[in-house]
């Protein structure tokens, strides 16, 4: 299995900074990186496909970036409803998910 | 609008078996792969298992296989996932969810259901 980890698993921030969450895969995984976002009670919700591919209706703030083993996701200007928790998930061999990143407000 | 709504989760004793099933609508269920994604309480997410549109390729996790069996309807517009020899380890929310993409292989996830809780304890 691929392993996928991300850091950091857990963050705070101000409203209006700059976030970054990184994604390390086990071997080279190409672009096949997605991320999603979760809220509490909520089921998951994609954000970014191939790795920097917006959904449609995704807001512009969120981007990613990365090639081959090491992916970068970025909210620009952090909001109050983007408090979550931040999954990627690799799709080169079977599906497998980092351990998440909790976002919090400072 | 794009639906998929899970159902029969519950209770079960180690040992025991369970089916869940995952209703879609608004879309044309028989052109799309499917996937099962299950979380634990309190744990990051976990994909089990994945169905191509025409049944014809199938894969699970190490962690399901032998023990779990995914199937679908497309007359019926239904994703099953029959678990048997369930262990507490299974105790986990079950969420189906659509492939994007047409190609064999599961790829990115973009619509999921609400999830269906699944309790495994004696």
């Known amino acids: 299995d691929i392993q996928m980890t991300q850091s950091p698993s857990s963050l705070s921030a101000s409203v209006g900074d700059r976030v970054t969450i990184t994604c390390q895969a086990s071997?080279?995984?190409?672009?096949?990186l997605n991320w999603y976002q979760q809220k509490p009670g909520k089921a998951p919700k994609l954000l970014i496909y191939?790795?920097?591919t917006l959904e449609t209706g995704v807001p512009s703030r969120f981007s990613g970036s990365g090639s081959g083993t090491h992916f970068t996701f970025i909210i620009s200007s952090l909001q109050p409803e983007d408090i979550a928790t931040y999954y990627c998930?690799?799709?080169?061999?079977?599906?497998?998910f980092g351990q998440g990143t909790k976002l919090e407000i400072k | 609008e794009v639906q998929l709504v899970e159902s029969g989760g519950g209770l079960v004793q180690p040992g025991g078996s369970l089916r869940l099933s995952c209703a879609a609508s608004?879309?044309?269920?028989?052109?799309?792969?499917m996937n099962w994604v299950r979380q634990a309480p309190g744990k990051g997410l976990e994909w089990i298992s994945y169905?191509?549109?025409?049944?014809?390729?199938?894969y699970y996790a190490d962690s399901v296989k032998g023990r779990f069996t995914i199937s679908r309807d497309n007359d019926r517009n239904s994703l099953y996932l029959q678990m048997n020899n369930l262990r507490a380890e299974d105790t986990a929310v079950y969420y189906c969810?659509?492939?994007?993409?047409?190609?064999?292989?599961?790829?990115?996830?973009?619509?999921w259901g609400q999830g269906t809780r699944v309790t495994v304890s004696s």
């Open positions: 169905i191509s549109y025409t049944s014809g390729t199938i």
């Open positions: 071997q080279d995984i190409s672009n096949y």
């Open positions: 998930q690799q799709y080169h061999n079977l599906p497998t």
């Open positions: 191939d790795v920097s």
């Open positions: 969810a659509r492939d994007a993409l047409v190609v064999v292989g599961a790829s990115h996830f973009d619509k």
């Open positions: 608004g879309f044309t269920f028989s052109s799309y792969n």
